[in-house]
């Protein structure tokens, strides 16, 4: 159990959601909660998981379970990690330096945002574990090869393309606080003539849309992705896949890994839950390459779903924020542990030893079938 600072004892990500709560403001905490328009996605991707019933074995001989996996050649020791988000320094004075400690602790895989701010040098500085670098596609394709290249230099691990932001969701909330990023905190690995727009208040609405608008290249098809690939010799990672078409054309262009993620309902309104496109493409990649998941994990029990689906890996989004703005690294750790420590408790209670003993056999169909999505 973590005990952080406040005294309060923080026993699951919800603890941890409320103690952050208390500590950020209420414009940052929208645009961290915050979904597209009316938040059915974001809503959908948590009720998915209320829908899961397990099938537990009995007298299997699970004393223990053994939550280890390994991506491209690196040992985790869990299969839960963090997913690129923008901007930590927005909840913590150390920002990404912290949340790679936080990771390091608890052996997980911490996809670095390209909108870090920290320098993608100072992050590698402080991580014990692996970190991959998330790239989304720009107009100024010279800052992508810079970021790529810096980020091979520094022991990265892969490139994480993000491929659902042609352009931004609308987001209501960051629309009408007229959020933009303040202070002292910027995406400090991009020449700051490209990210003027984010930190311009003073034309209402969100900052970060204008920016992306104006910068994001929306005309990104299958057949850019070689130009990419030729960037940089580390595995190119494809994020935000919910098709089974898109995930075949993501094979056949030689993805080495995708990322089932509807980026936690924060692009299109109504698309379907995270979960509930992940046996499809699953089914459609065939074991060609790791499938990876995100959206709405909040518990140990989710991972489990998410990974006797398919999944080789899952990945945490908003839950690692309120961990590192309750606790800094021990607050990122805290998350990642607890998280952790559910998956191997359910996974003993579930009669299963180890990941690859995680497969559809571990859940109801019916809790799966059909859905609101
Ligand atoms: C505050 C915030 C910032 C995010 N920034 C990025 C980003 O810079 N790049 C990206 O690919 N996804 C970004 N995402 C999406 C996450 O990577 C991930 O897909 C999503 O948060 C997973 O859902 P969850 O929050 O329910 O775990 C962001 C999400 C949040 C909440
Ligand atoms: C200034 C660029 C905006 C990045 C915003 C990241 C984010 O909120 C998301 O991807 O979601």
Redesign the pocket.
């Known amino acids: 159990m973590t005990q952080l600072q406040t005294g309060t004892p923080l026993l699951t990500a919800s603890d941890y959601r409320r103690s952050a709560q208390r500590l950020v403001g209420s414009d940052v905490w929208d645009?961290?909660e915050g979904g597209a328009e009316d938040e059915r996605t974001l809503a959908a991707?948590l009720r998915a998981f209320d829908r899961v019933r397990l099938r537990p074995r009995v007298l299997a001989g699970v004393p223990d379970a053994d939550t280890t996996v390994s991506l491209f050649g690196t040992a985790y020791a869990t299969p839960i990690g963090i997913?690129?988000?923008?901007y930590h320094r927005l909840v913590d004075a150390e920002g990404e330096v912290a949340t790679a400690r936080g990771a390091g602790r608890a052996g997980a895989l911490f996809v670095v945002?390209?909108?870090a701010s920290r320098t993608i040098e100072d992050i590698a500085a402080a991580a014990s574990s692996g970190l991959w670098l998330?790239l989304y596609w720009l107009r100024r394709r010279d800052v992508m090869r810079d970021l790529a290249e810096r980020a091979e230099r520094s022991g990265y691990g892969a490139i994480m393309l993000?491929v659902d932001v042609p352009r931004m969701g609308r987001r209501w909330r960051d629309m009408r606080n007229g959020f933009a990023i303040g202070g002292d905190v910027a995406a400090v690995n991009i020449e700051p003539a490209v990210m003027a727009e984010a930190h311009r208040r003073d034309e209402g609405g969100s900052a970060l849309a204008r920016h992306t608008a104006g910068s994001f290249d929306p005309s990104l098809s299958w057949a850019d992705l070689a130009w990419l690939r030729d960037c940089t010799r580390l595995p190119l990672v494809l994020?935000g896949i919910l098709t089974a078409e898109d995930a075949a054309l993501a094979v056949a262009h030689g993805a080495d890994a995708i990322v089932v993620?509807n980026?936690?309902g924060?692009q299109l309104d109504g698309a379907v839950a995270s979960l509930d496109a992940l046996a499809e493409v699953a089914d459609a990649v065939g074991g060609a390459c790791p499938v990876l998941f995100?959206?709405?994990?909040r518990r140990g029990a989710d991972a489990l779903a998410a990974l006797a689906l398919g999944a080789r890996m899952v990945l945490?989004?908003?839950?690692p924020?309120w961990g590192l703005a309750a606790g800094g690294a021990d607050g990122v750790a805290g998350v990642l542990r607890t998280a952790t420590e559910e998956l191997a408790h359910a996974m003993v209670l579930a009669g299963r030893a180890a990941l690859p003993d995680l497969d559809r056999t571990a859940l109801r169909p019916t809790s799966l079938a059909g859905g609101d999505a």
């Open positions: 645009f961290i991707n997913a690129p988000t923008a945002g390209m909108f998330q993000t994020k993620s980026h936690g924060r995100d959206g709405g994990v945490l989004g908003r839950p924020l």
